[in-house]
């Protein structure tokens, strides 16, 4: 069983960068895909970026080129960096497997970029 607890969330302005965290409760090895997932004011919750075990990684379209997810394994720590932040990616963002398990959902961490 894990625990997932995100920070690094903050009020950054356009064009700035952020990278997120999220500290696993064990041995993040053993999760084959492991993604971060946002939700924006109003809207529901997507996944935006995928981890596999092996190192891929794929993104939505609006993340591609601006964002890099990738596994801490040393710290058990997923993280994910972002990139030329817009208004468009405030939301609250949450980690969690690929399918996600609904019972490992977490508080998130909120990003806010203002213009």
């Known amino acids: 069983q894990g625990q997932l607890v995100e920070s690094g969330g903050g009020l950054v302005q356009v064009g700035g960068s952020l990278t997120l965290s999220c500290a696993v409760s064990?041995?993040?090895?053993?999760?084959?895909?492991m993604a971060w997932y946002r939700r924006p004011p109003g809207k529901q919750r997507d996944v935006i970026a995928i981890n596999s075990d092996r190192g891929v990684a794929n993104y939505v379209d609006s993340l591609k080129g601006r964002a890099t997810i990738f596994r801490d394994n040393a710290t058990n720590t997923l993280r994910l960096q972002m990139d030329s932040l817009k208004p468009e990616d405030t939301a609250v963002y949450y980690c969690?497997?690929?399918?996600?398990?609904?019972?490992?959902w977490g508080q998130g961490t909120q990003v806010t970029v203002s213009s």
């Open positions: 064990g041995d993040i090895t053993r999760f084959d895909n």
């Open positions: 969690n497997l690929f399918p996600p398990k609904i019972e490992w």
